[in-house]
């Protein structure tokens, strides 16, 4: 049972739009919730992160919506460009900081 | 990749028998982690360690047992390898964050 829901399982934006990824836990417990991006035979890279004390959270062209009522998160990406095509997780850890779980993954494909 | 290298890269080996990943880090951080990725499942943890011989299982640790006989080692091994083991394993370690993780580049590791 995966703990962490994410939608959807791949997406084509072109040039200058704003993809969307969201996930959804079920944890309460969880109270750290960061976004990785993976290159193709590479590994997952830290992109941002988030703590449920806060709402929103922006980094240059990232920000993560945080819902705590819902126990939804989302990753917009501003101004998308062709080199953010990437596979994007979303990934939830509680207090004790071992169990991080992970989203399935979303491909993004951004048109040029 | 955080001064992660894993050992080796590609790996193809018979059912049946044993083998073993390494994960080598040059920055002293305490934990390390082992997970695996495969399609739709995200990134699973399987072991981590927080310390020299110190280790605890995760999710999907059946089949699979670990050591850290020193700081900047941590193996993963299949004392005997199955189809179902194919995946690609990603070492990790924590940042100076509490929560933040760091991965490797990866061993995609083919079970015939």
């Known amino acids: 049972q995966q703990q962490v829901k994410q939608s959807p399982q791949s997406l084509i934006v072109q040039k200058g739009g704003i993809p969307i990824i969201n996930c959804a836990y079920e944890?309460?417990?969880?109270?750290?919730f960061p976004w990785y991006q993976q290159f193709p035979g590479k590994g997952p890279a830290l992109l941002i992160a988030?703590?449920?004390?806060?709402s929103e959270k922006k980094e240059g062209r990232f920000t993560i919506s945080f819902n705590k009522s819902a126990k939804q998160f989302s990753l917009h990406i501003m101004d998308s460009q062709p080199g953010d095509s990437a596979t994007y997780f979303c990934?939830?850890?509680?207090?004790?900081?071992?169990?991080?779980?992970f989203g399935a993954g979303t491909r993004l494909t951004v048109k040029p | 990749d955080a001064g992660i290298t894993q050992s080796p890269r590609h790996k193809v080996t018979e059912t049946g028998t044993p083998v073993t990943l390494r994960c080598h880090q040059t920055e002293n951080h305490r934990y390390m982690y082992w997970y695996r990725q495969d399609p739709g499942h995200g990134l699973r943890l399987i072991h981590y360690s927080y310390g020299v011989k110190d280790t605890d299982k995760g999710e999907v640790s059946d089949g699979y047992s670990v050591s850290r006989s020193k700081t900047e080692d941590f193996l993963l091994t299949l004392e005997s390898a199955t189809s179902s083991q194919t995946s690609v394993y990603f070492c990790?370690?924590?940042?100076?964050?509490?929560?933040?993780?760091?991965f490797g580049p990866g061993t995609r590791l083919t079970v015939t």
């Open positions: 990790a370690i924590r940042g100076l964050g509490f929560h933040e993780q760091y």
């Open positions: 988030i703590r449920p004390d806060v």
């Open positions: 944890n309460t417990a969880f109270d750290y």
């Open positions: 990934a939830a850890d509680g207090v004790n900081n071992n169990d991080m779980r």
